[in-house]
Every structure is written in C-alpha cells, then in structure tokens.
C-alpha cells in the first residue's frame, strides 16, 4: 500500500506494530496509574483515636498517614491560634484543615490518577482509527484476512483502553471515599 506515492507501507506489519504501541502505551499508563493508587491507599488508611492523639503534637512529616497530617495540623492551627490571643473559630479550624487536606492528597494522588485515566481512551482511539486507515487504504481484496483482521485487531486496543479507563475512574471515586473518612478520622482528635 502506497500512501502520496512516498511511503510504501505493508498492512501486516502496520496493524501488529501499531496494535503493540497502542497496547503498551496503554498499559503502561494504568500501571503507573495504579502504581499511584496504591500509595493513595497506603497513605488514606484510616488510624486509631489513642494513636492519632499521641502523635497530634509532634512535627509534621513526609512519610504521615493523611489521618496523622490531619491531625498535626489541626492541633499546630489550634495552638497557634492561642498563642496569638485571637483563637478562630473551631469549625473554622475545622473547615480550612479538610479543604487544606482533601487539595493535598487530590493534587498528590487522585488528581494524577485522572490525568492517566483520561489519556486512555484517546491512545486506544488511536490504535482503532490506525486500523481503519489500513483498511480504507489497502486496495486489494475487500474480504481479505487483513480487512477483516485489522479493525478486529485494533478495536482490542480500545477496548483495553475503555477497561482500564473505567477501572480507574472506579478506583478514584474509592480513594475520595477513603480519603473523607482518613480527613474525619484526624479531625476527632481533642484540641
């Protein structure tokens, strides 16, 4: 098949080499996705009441469960606030450390996690409409193993995009959930 008299392209290859880039590119964003998700989870466990009140004065680290930095930083917010003589609100307090929480794990976590889910479904176009093209391009017999075999190929290609889509689509609306529950956990700690 000749495409502009230019480039000479046999359709057998073109539908195996373009089937595994779409696949791979696919695959590999929902592993680092779900690579993402796993630390989402790790880091949204849920903790004791006893722990986080022992730990609620301590400084604040890296490697804190989101209930811990929840906790840290209502108490750090609560006890600034009395030094100064001006205390705010406690559902102030409480207010501005769920949304201060909720942004960080969504701009660290579920927000990336997004990102790779809504790059699938295009790649996986991608692969289909490649397919198509041989098809309407290849000029030999209509009935032949390649027509029939090249849009069956690649709609696999959006197929597995669509899956991979859904399933992450599913898993973040779980770490949302988890995440509220870890945010609410650390705000019941006494100040």
């Known amino acids: 098949m000749d495409i502009l008299g230019i480039i000479t392209i046999n359709p057998n290859s073109f539908n ?7 696949l791979t590119l696919t695959t590999s964003i929902f592993i680092i996705a779900m690579i993402l998700a796993v630390r989402a989870f790790l880091h949204a466990k849920a903790l004791d009441h006893k ?41 102030f307090l409480y207010d501005a450390t769920r949304e201060v929480a ?20 295009p ?11 041989v098809i309407f391009l290849y000029t030999g017999d209509p009935g032949s193993a390649i027509n029939n075999g090249a849009i069956g190929a690649k709609l696999w290609s959006t197929y597995f995009a669509l899956m991979y889509y859904v399933m992450l689509q599913a898993i973040c609306v779980g770490l949302d959930v988890m995440a509220k529950r870890s945010i609410n956990r650390g705000l019941q700690v006494k100040i």
């Open 51 to 91: 722990h986080l009140d022992g730990v609620k004065d301590q400084h604040a680290s890296p490697a804190d469960t989101l209930s811990e930095s929840v906790a840290k930083m209502l108490w750090a917010t609560s006890q600034s606030d009395n030094t100064t003589g001006a205390a705010a609100p406690k559902e």
């Open 102 to 121: 909720q942004n960080n794990f969504n701009g660290t976590f579920v927000n990336r996690i997004y990102m790779c889910a809504n790059l699938l479904p």
């Open 123 to 133: 790649i996986g176009l991608w692969g289909t409409v490649a397919g198509m093209i």
């Open 16 to 22: 195996i080499w373009s089937l595994r880039i779409s």
